[in-house]
Every structure is written in structure tokens, then in C-alpha cells.
């Protein structure tokens, strides 16, 4: 009787700790998560006011953050505010707690951060509909890791969709 019991404190003092939270992510392309320290708030209300808003007059709300596993590539992700499952989402990326850019130049729906596996990587997933997908199912898919790269600012491993970039 005494695993149960033991398991279960365990998961409360990590959910207790911020560990497994949603903001850093695990999914398939994670590690363990960590746990980084906070972007200062007015860096990134200030990366936000360089960036166009997802549609007029309607302006983005952080839904979730995190970082690589060692802390050197963060990430904030942007959703529509009041938006939908299928609102623009906008990933912002800072080198070393610096803003240095977006994920892809526009905002696309169903885009989140999946996890951290190396340092100073993070992995992006970009979901898109193709034709005959329900709004809310898109089926295509890529991941996409991000690396801080030294005197650069992060720039992506694998190829960005088509369906993504334009």
C-alpha cells in the first residue's frame, strides 16, 4: 500500500515544483523537462510590441513558456487572444534571454513547442489542415528544432513546411 502512496506525493511534489508543467513540454521530441528561470515580463511585453498583433485590434495573450534544456534558448508562445483552436499562434524565441525573432515570420494555428533535447534546442511542432481535415483535426505535421547558434540569431535545423513559412 505504501506505492501508491509514494507515487503519488511524488507527482504532487513535482506538479508542486513545476515539473512536467506545460510550459516546457516533453512530447515526443523532449527530454526531461527543466525548469528555467522566468523572461522578465517587460522583455516580453517589449518582443510583443515588435510584432504585428494576429488580426486587428485583437492582441495576443501568453499562454505558456519555457526553455531548452539548458536555458539558453528560451521560448513564449502567443495565442489569439479569445481566439480559437484554430487562431493564429505565434512562437517567440530569445537567445540567452535577448529577443531574437519569431519562429516563422507569420502566425499559423495549431504551432506549439514540444520539447528541449539538446542545449540550447527547442523542437516546434507545426500543424496545418489539408483538404478534407475537420478544422479542429488538421493532419499534416512537422517538427521543427531551433538551435542557438553563436554571434546568430537561433535559426531552424530542419526545413520549415511550405504550408508554415508562407
Not at 501568453?62 to 487572444?81: F, H, I, K, P, Y
Not at 519569431?102 to 523542437?123: D, L, R, W, Y
Not at 538551435?147 to 530542419?158: A, E, I, N, R, Y
Amino acid at each position: 500500500m505504501r506505492k501508491p502512496a509514494i507515487a503519488l506525493a511524488l507527482s504532487a511534489a513535482a506538479v508542486t515544483a513545476g515539473i512536467g508543467s506545460a510550459a516546457v513540454g516533453t512530447g515526443a521530441a523532449g527530454a526531461a523537462p527543466v525548469s528555467c528561470p522566468e523572461l522578465p515580463q517587460d522583455r516580453i511585453d517589449s518582443a510583443i510590441r515588435t510584432i504585428a498583433p494576429p488580426m486587428p485590434g485583437v492582441p495576443w495573450r501568453v499562454t505558456a513558456m519555457g526553455g531548452s534544456v539548458d536555458c539558453t534558448l528560451n521560448w513564449v508562445r502567443l495565442d489569439t487572444d479569445r481566439g480559437t483552436g484554430s487562431s493564429p499562434v505565434q512562437i517567440l524565441l530569445f537567445d540567452h534571454q535577448k529577443f531574437a525573432g519569431t519562429a516563422t515570420e507569420k502566425p499559423n494555428a495549431f504551432t506549439s513547442v514540444v520539447g528541449s533535447s539538446a542545449p540550447g534546442q527547442i523542437t516546434v511542432r507545426f500543424r496545418w489542415l489539408n483538404s478534407g481535415d475537420a478544422n479542429a483535426d488538421p493532419t499534416g505535421h512537422a517538427d521543427v528544432r531551433y538551435q542557438v547558434l553563436p554571434q546568430d540569431t537561433p535559426q531552424p535545423l530542419d526545413p520549415i513546411p511550405p504550408q508554415v513559412a508562407r
